[in-house]
T-cell receptor, first 113, second 115 residues
């Protein structure tokens, strides 16, 4: 079993829809949670960063962490064709010995005009 | 400014060539990373430098040789690569390691093709 599970999709939605992207994880030591957006043939771009449980909102994006369920989500409101990309979740346990991020497989999102 | 730059953008090399990839950041970050990414896969960690010292080598073949000349620069020297090494090579940096400071900022990548 992978430490982080993420449905690769593809996920196709109409413009204006609310998009929900999710990851589950098995390591209860994870404390820091990130979402990256990666356009085709580009490097990943940090979208959201959350520490421990709770919600964080930034414009059309909301990140949620439920540590009791080992489940994180990224919501995109009023989705746009420009949101079409691969979304990667990543997490770490905050250990100074590694600094490693554990990535999900990435979900490919297509927003159709 | 959360920018990490990488050169070149594209690289084609033969299996006997020697080439280098370069990465630069001016955010004052003290940890820098090399990743390899194949199509439709997440980035795969290769090396971690912390305070200009190699701290993690994820059992990468010796045909890949990293170098950190100073706190802003990171190089990846390539020699005698194989066609299966063709991939997008990503550089990233973070403030530090541990306690959430390992949130990483990625460069645009170098797309490498080995013939």
């Amino acid at each position: 079993q992978k430490e982080v599970e993420q449905d690769p999709g593809p996920l196709s939605v109409p413009e204006g829809a609310i998009v929900s992207l999710n990851c589950t994880y098995s390591n209860s030591a994870f404390q820091y949670f990130m979402w990256y957006r990666q356009y085709s043939r580009k490097g990943p771009e940090l979208l959201m960063y959350t520490y421990s449980s709770g919600n964080k909102e930034d414009g059309r994006f909301t990140a949620q962490v439920d540590k009791s369920s080992k489940y994180i989500s990224l919501f995109i409101r009023d989705s746009q064709p420009s949101d079409s990309a691969t979304y990667l979740c990543a997490m770490s346990n905050g250990s100074s010995n590694t600094g490693k991020l554990i990535f999900g497989q990435g979900t490919t999102l297509q927003v159709k005009p | 400014d959360t920018e990490v730059t990488q050169t070149p953008k594209h690289l084609v090399m033969g299996m006997t060539n020697k080439k280098s990839l370069k990465c630069e950041q001016h955010m004052g970050h003290r940890a820098m990373y090399w990743y390899k990414q194949k199509a439709k896969k997440p980035p795969e960690l290769m090396f971690v430098y912390s305070y200009e010292k190699l701290s993690i080598n994820e059992s990468v073949p010796s045909r890949f040789s990293p170098e950190c000349p100073n706190s802003s620069l990171l190089n990846l020297h390539l020699h005698a690569l194989q066609p299966e090494d063709s991939a997008l090579y990503l550089c990233a940096s973070s403030q530090d390691r541990g306690q959430g400071r390992e949130t990483q900022y990625f460069g645009p990548g170098t797309r490498l093709l080995v013939l």
